[in-house]
Structure formats: structure tokens, C-alpha cells
């Protein structure tokens, strides 16, 4: 039978090459006119092309009339830390009327506060609070997310927040990949000395790293090499050892300034260098070559009050680039990647078919995943969102109005909570 959704003003394919794009292949949506997606019982893409071309025999499936709308793939956010116990909507004051980030950091504030609250919770407590999130970011568009670990800083609560996000894959039914940031601050423990940084540091790339892979509980490893997180020789040793783990790499890096992090992506080939609000000529040279997906969190600028990443330079020195929220609990919850996308026009310069790409194919591409999501391809999976209009660019244009008209997971329309 399967289910045919049919005569879209739109449809915004993707279709390029597989891979991160890069340069003028990033503004490439392929997009068809009057177009018609026909999706398969078991949730995959069975056909795409002009409304009047669908084959005969597809004909006979449930059709849904889409015309005045505008069909693409359900965006794909590849950086959260969306497991996390309790909130920090003090600080957001805080922050509002006048303090800064890094200095409620120093002060054992910041993430710190968020490892004591995330500390504190049971499991179902923790995966009650992340599944509230998460179903709020799949209902405005989102269907496949990367979720960080990194609020235990031990070995017992970095495996907790892990099995919260298998739990959301494998209860919940999201879409999701894990990576362990153990290394995302120098606990309150070990800020004693030296002696006691080097020692956590050793225990994350001795036990605590060991033990999530043993568990299969992580695809990738992140550090937040920066100024007041990890020096790039800390995060060389935890990124080396997550390589002799098998496991990809992703770094929060050049947030704060030259500080290393980006440099070291490329060194050590990460799949993705995320934030690089400071960013120059050679490290983008080195980015591109060594095909680091650059990814962009405007969200965290905003509510930061911190400078946009430079977007224009990073795509016009051939660099790819990816979206994505960061949604976390401090530095940015924003949820709607929607949203996110219209900064990253106004913010970092992308072109609205630059920053839907950013927020399909090439955020799918930074985690492997490319092959099942971010495009409209026969084949992939089909994670489909319907626009309420015929101009994708209204997603800029009116950015936050509520022109998600409907949202499909493997070919399953999602319903919001109460219905
Ligand atoms: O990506 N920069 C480091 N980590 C997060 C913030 C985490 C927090 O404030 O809790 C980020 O912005
Ligand atoms: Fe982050």
C-alpha cells in the first residue's frame, strides 16, 4: 500500500553527492516542482519525481494531497547535549543582566551546576526529563540527533547519561547517535591540583572511556578543547585514545579563541569541529583539507552574546558546514533547529539553501549517516517535513513561525503530545 505524498509545489531532494558538500554543491537543493514522494510500508523512500511521472503502481497507495506545500528532509541536528538533569534558568538571568559565562564557570557555576543536578537524578528520572526534550524537538522538525554525554564527569554518571540516550533509541524510538564528552570540564573534585587534573584526565582515557565502548554505549568521542575546559595536549591524549577505540572523533573547539581545538580536529581527522567562533584563513585551510565538517551553533551566540562563527568564509574557503542547536543546559536550550537555521542566515551568513543543507545532508554527513538520512533519495529513510508553503525561504524570511505543517519518521507522521 504505502503512502503517497502527492503534488507538493516543492520538493526540496537534496540529491547530490554523497558525503559532506562543500562550496556551490552546498546551495544545490535539486529541487523538483510539483513534485510527488511515494514512501514504502517499512518506512523507506520508494520513489520521488514530478507529481504527473509517479508510476502506475503507486498510485494504488494512501495519498496525501500536499499541493501549496513545500516537502524536505526532517532536519538532522548533530550537536546536543540534550541529556541533563534539572535546569539553569538562574544563570540565564544572571547572564541577562550583565554576568559572563566563563566567570560563572570559573566560579563553579555553569556546567559544573549542571553535573551536580545531573549527579543527583535516578536513570528514569534523567530519561523523563530528556524524552520531555526530545519530543518537543522531533515535533519542530528534528528527527535525528547526536547527544552528547559530559555532566557526570565519573565513570557511574557518564554511563547513566549514555544509557538515557540508548534508551531513547531503543524505548523512545528517536533516531539517535551518543558520544562520550567526559572530557567537557575539570570536575569540582579534581580541581584541587595539578596532580588531581592529570589524574581525572587519566581516568577518563584509562576507565571511563574503556568502559563505554565495552558497553557499547558511544559512536564518537568529543572534548571541549578551550579556554577554562581541556589545553589541546589534554584533549590530544583523550582524542587518541577514542581513536584506538574505534571511535569517531567530534571537538568543541575555537569557541573562546585560537585555542587549539580546531587545528587538532584536522590533525587528528575528526568528523566534525563545532562552535570556531574564532577561526582564521590557515585553520580553515586546514579543515577543508583534511574534510572536518565545520559546525556552526548561532543559538549559542545569541544567548551568549558572543560574535557569530564566520559562515561566508568558512563555505568560500571550501569548507562544509553543518548546523546544529547545542542544545544544553546553559550555554543554549534553544530546541528548534528551525529556528536555529534562520540564525545561522542572519548570524553566520549562510544563504537559506545553504543553511538547509547545512541542517539535512551535511549535518547527516558529520555523523555517518548520509546513507539513511538528510536527502529524499529512494533508498534512505523517510524522514520527511511538510512546509506550509511554497517558499522554503519563508523558513528565514518568517524564522520561528509555526510553518512546520506536519513532521514523518520513517514514514510515520508524529503527533504532538495531546493528540
Ligand atoms: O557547547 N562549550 C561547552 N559546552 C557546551 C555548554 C555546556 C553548558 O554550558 O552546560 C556548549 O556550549
Ligand atoms: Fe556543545
Sequence with gaps: MGLLLHRASAVLTLAGDFGPRRGAAMSDLRIIEN??????????IAWVGPADDVPGSLRRSSVVDCSGDTLMPAFVDPHTHLVWGGDRKDEMEQRISGADYEEIFAAGGGILSSVRQTRALSEDELYLQALARIARMRRAGTTTFEIKSGYGLDLETELKQLRVVRRLRDEGGFRVTATCLAAHAIPEEARGSDADRKAFIDRVVEEILPAVVREGLADSCDVFCDRGAFTPDESRRVLERALELDLELRVHANEFGHTGGALLAAELGAASADHLLALNGEERAALREAGVVATLLPGTSLVLGKPYADGRALIEDGVPVAIATDCNPGSCALENLAVVLGLACYGNRLSPAEAICAATHNAAA??????????IKPGRQADIIRLATSDYRDLVYHAGSPLIHSVYQAGTRIRGAHS
Design 35 to 44: 513534485g510527488s514522494v511515494a514512501i514504502t510500508d517499512e518506512g523507506t
Design 366 to 375: 558529520s555523523m555517518g549517516l548520509d546513507d539513511q538520512v538528510g536527502s
